[in-house]
């Protein structure tokens, strides 16, 4: 499954960038797929961290997913490769220069092993709408003016 969102933020890329960056401190909105997020690697994020989340793939059902920074170029991109719970893939974010602020670009790359596999067009309509409300949570925690340190 693969795909490409983007939506326009009132911050700097730099700021945007510093965000995700720190993605395992900023808070959980009620509702998220994430449950947890912890950096399970000492010193600043980088190439090689490691991230462990728990995610609520479908009501009911919630999984572990182990993620390492494969790139990181400051207020450029940021990718990510994942896998557990069943998944593994790819998540890249790009953040581009946009009247005044950033167009953030989301594209995710997401292959489901075994029988997940019969799930697929079930899982696609949910990720959907999961990976879209993050972004719009994202969104209006930079808008809202959540404090972030270049």
């Known amino acids: ?38 950096k399970i690697t000492p010193g600043a994020v980088g190439i090689g961290t490691r991230f462990r989340e728990v995610v609520r793939m479908l009501p009911l059902v919630r999984g572990e997913i182990f993620s390492r920074v494969t790139r990181f170029e400051p207020y450029r991109c940021l990718q990510e490769e994942f896998w557990g719970a069943g ?23 997401i292959e489901v092993d075994g029988l997940l596999k019969l799930l697929m067009p079930l899982m696609r309509a949910v990720l959907v709408r999961r990976l879209r409300g993050r972004l719009i949570e994202i969104h209006n925690l930079l808008e809202d003016g959540w404090p972030v340190t270049v």
């Open 1 to 38: 499954m693969h795909f490409n969102l983007t939506i326009p933020i009132r911050r700097t890329p730099e700021e945007v960038f510093a965000f995700l960056r720190d993605k395992h401190a900023f808070p959980r909105q009620r509702g998220s797929p994430v449950l947890e997020l912890e």
């Open 87 to 109: 998944m593994s893939g790819w998540l890249t974010y790009t953040f581009n220069p946009h009247e005044g602020g950033t167009l953030l670009v989301q594209d995710q790359i």
